[in-house]
């Protein structure tokens, strides 16, 4: 007798391991590309000579690297609910694939290799529009074959397929640099673009070959009930109430603002960390290019490592306090660091500092969506994300401004790259101020299910 392929009644679904890492290999591309895009075009901007020589060059540098912050806001969600209504013979979010990222490869092995300025930004801004118009399909493509019930676990498995794509890219030019045997920049770059643009297109045959979404185009009477079905939710989204209507108390409504500003802080120095690292690191530090992509991924996985304790920490002490005890603590090392400059402290400052901020990151969700209720998740939500992402337009832009003023105060007219380090801690402080006076958020009405899927869609 044949056995029957859906599980038995109160028989527990299981996640199919080798399908979701399959999938995963599309995340794999995205992170491979954006680590060595943050940690080498910066300084490929800053070595630029049509670029080094204008007054405003730090302005400009900082511009130019929150394109893909730009293009994500507008472009991600449009792209992904176009991937939901699209219909052809390989399925809704593999097409987009398909289309963006063997584009997105050619405008990436070129970046390092255009000396001209504005072809140079011709590049990067294609790069960057055309990557933010396949991240969001490739994100949903987990959720399209999982049960809503292992996405939990689905998540952990992309993001670790994400994990191999952020150590690829952070070891590229190590790879590079004992297989060509060579410390030359130029070269270095040239091939490190070289090998972040083959990986994705592996990650992209893996993807395409292996998953296989199938043939999902709709008859015409299927097309009128999708089109319908998208006039109502427009519908519905058009009734829905601005910030002031949604029945806030005074107190409440004072303690959103404040914990929205200090989220632009926040993500101001955390955005700004992410962006110049590799920049200070080589400027001020001496540290080779290959090795000073290293301390992004060191700060990225002690944020990882330190997102279950700094969870139960703000379960059982509070969140604001936990919060807190985040900012105080890498706002300490960072100022330790910026005061001794010793090599060690900063190996210090970035692992230790990256724990803190998970204690800041895992608790400041939460705390929002309680202060709008469990039946406004959805508005409070968009308001969080907002405030991060309208960070991480401004800060880089404002750093790159600071490093142009700190010109006129050095000998030979460079960039002072430390400054760094004190914009940063000024961000923690004015985000703590803010945290010392809010005082709603604490209860625990929206569940751990509900926060994990909030993040899931929006941080993959």
């Not at 063997?102 to 990557?131: E, H, Q, S, Y």
């Not at 090998?195 to 297109?201: E, K, L, Q, R």
């Not at 625990?444 to 994990?452: A, E, H």
Request: aromatic residues 10%.
């Amino acid at each position: 007798m044949k056995m029957k392929d859906h599980p038995a009644a109160g028989e527990r679904k299981k996640l199919n391991y080798g399908k979701t890492a399959l999938i995963g290999f599309g995340f794999m591309a995205v992170q491979v590309a954006w680590i060595i895009y943050n940690a080498y075009v910066p300084l490929i901007l800053a070595d630029n000579d049509a670029l080094s020589r204008l007054a405003w060059s730090g302005t400009a540098i900082g511009a130019i690297m929150v394109f893909d912050n730009v293009f994500g806001l507008i472009c991600q969600p449009l792209f992904g609910r176009l991937s939901d209504r699209t219909h052809t013979r390989f399925g809704k979010r593999t097409p987009y694939i398909m289309l963006g990222l063997p584009i997105c490869a050619l405008l990436f092995v070129l970046i390092p290799r255009i000396r001209t300025l504005g072809i140079l930004m011709i590049d990067v801004i294609l790069f960057n529009f055309i990557m933010s118009t396949w991240r969001s399909p490739v994100v949903a493509m987990m959720p399209d074959f999982t049960p809503s019930e292992l996405r939990g676990e689905g998540n952990a498995v992309i993001n670790i397929m994400g994990g191999a794509g952020v150590v690829l890219g952070t070891v590229s030019g190590s790879i590079i640099s004992k297989l060509f045997k060579t410390d030359d920049v130029q070269t270095l770059r040239n091939n490190v673009f070289l090998f972040g643009a083959i990986v994705m297109i592996l990650c992209l045959l893996v993807v395409v070959f292996a998953v296989r979404e199938g043939d999902n185009r709709i008859t015409k009477e299927e097309s009128l009930k999708v089109k319908n079905s998208y006039e109502k939710g427009r519908a519905a989204k058009e009734k829905k109430t601005g910030l002031r209507q949604i029945g806030l108390s005074r107190g409440e409504m004072t303690s959103l603002l404040l914990m929205l500003v200090a989220l632009f802080f926040n993500s101001n120095a955390t955005d700004s960390i992410n962006t110049y690292f590799t920049t200070f690191a080589t400027k001020e530090m001496g540290f080779a290019e290959k090795d000073a992509a290293l301390f992004i991924t060191l700060f990225a996985a002690a944020t990882v490592i330190g997102a279950i304790p700094a969870g139960k920490l703000g379960q059982k002490f509070g969140r604001k306090k936990t919060i807190m005890t985040g900012w105080i603590g890498i706002l300490a090392l960072f100022l330790l660091f910026f005061i001794t400059r010793l090599t060690v402290l900063l190996y210090i400052a970035i692992i230790v500092g990256g724990v803190c901020i998970a204690f800041v990151t895992i608790n400041t969700l939460p705390l929002v969506l309680e202060i709008g209720g469990q039946e406004r998740i959805g508005t409070f939500t968009g308001l969080y994300y907002t405030a991060t992402q309208s960070a991480a337009i401004a800060g880089p832009v404002i750093v790159g401004a600071m490093f142009d003023i700190t010109k006129k105060f050095t000998s030979d007219g460079a960039p002072n790259y430390w400054s760094l380090f004190v914009f940063c801690p000024i961000c923690f402080i004015l985000a703590l101020t803010c945290m010392v006076f809010v005082r709603h958020g604490e209860t625990n009405t929206i569940s751990d299910k509900t926060l994990q899927e909030i993040r899931d869609e929006n941080e993959d």
